[in-house]
């Protein structure tokens, strides 16, 4: 098929034969699950997808990439496309669940993408390609270089795993950056989040100050003292703060708010 990529929509598409089947093996699809695949573009990892048995859900948002697999699979009886913004469809509706999300994401809409995806139901695992700086924070714990925001909302939902580097020889075009894929296990938080927004607000406010310390970073929303009674140090950097830290912190600040 020739297809000009299209850099609006993050097209960088598959062709390395080997990395296609690391990807598919790491996903271990079986028989009878339902995969959603998240901008399939030319079905390079698609068809192997389908080739094991599972069921696939296809969305694209390229209306010429979506009549091509339109008319590839129209007789497949397992493969679904919808043709629309990821950002946008009800996602929430597909049947049958549990689903198992994949793709390699475009990587400009990555960021605010996973956190939708993450406050999906039903979702019983997510395996993405992402640039390898995002997949890092997203599975960084409290004291490394690349813990921050990211880190800590995904914490709070989900358990995250590094599992393939990939270069960008992979890929045409090859895009600028090296990529990698992240196994993402939706799961019950391992420490309360009592109070959903202050959490997320509290994250915000420490991460958009990295540099000062958590004192300063949430003076507009808690005292030293109130920090303190959290049990945290209100004079550590925020990227030494556990993501459980962050949740009590969060309590506190919706607790003086009533
Ligand atoms: N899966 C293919 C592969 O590995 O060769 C294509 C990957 S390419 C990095 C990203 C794909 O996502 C493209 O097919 C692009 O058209 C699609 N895409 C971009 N933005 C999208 C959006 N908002 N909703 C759905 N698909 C999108």
Aim: charged share 20%; glycine share 6%; aromatic share 6%.
């Amino acid at each position: 098929m020739s297809h000009r990529a299209r850099k609006r929509f993050g097209q960088h598409f598959l062709h390395d034969r080997n990395t296609i089947a690391r990807i598919v093996d790491a996903i271990r699809p079986e028989p009878g699950d339902h995969l959603v695949e998240i901008g399939p573009g030319q079905g390079a990892i698609t068809e192997p997808l389908l080739a094991t048995g599972a069921q696939l859900t296809a969305v694209e948002i390229d209306r010429d990439l979506a009549a091509s697999l339109r008319a590839r699979y129209a007789a497949h009886p397992r493969f679904t496309l919808i043709e629309d913004d990821v950002l946008k469809a009800p996602l929430d509706c597909l049947q049958p669940t549990p689903l198992r999300l994949v793709g390699n994401l475009p990587y400009n809409i990555s960021t605010p993408l996973i956190f939708r995806l993450l406050a999906l139901p039903g979702v019983v695992d997510m395996h993405f390609m992402l640039q390898k700086e995002v997949v890092d924070r997203l599975a960084a714990t409290a004291g490394t270089a690349a813990y921050g925001r990211l880190s800590v909302m995904r914490a709070a939902k989900a358990s995250a795993q590094s599992v393939l580097k990939i270069g960008p020889g992979a890929f045409s075009p090859p895009p600028k950056v090296d990529s990698a894929v992240v196994r993402l296990v939706p799961r019950q938080p391992a420490f309360p989040v009592a109070a959903p927004d202050a959490f997320e607000t509290v994250v915000r406010l420490a991460f958009s100050a990295r540099r000062k310390t958590l004192a300063n970073g949430l003076k507009s929303v808690l005292t030293r003292d109130q920090i303190e009674a959290c049990g945290v140090n209100p004079s550590a950097r925020p990227e030494t703060i556990e993501p459980a830290e962050f949740a009590a912190l969060g309590a506190a600040v919706a607790a003086s708010e009533q």
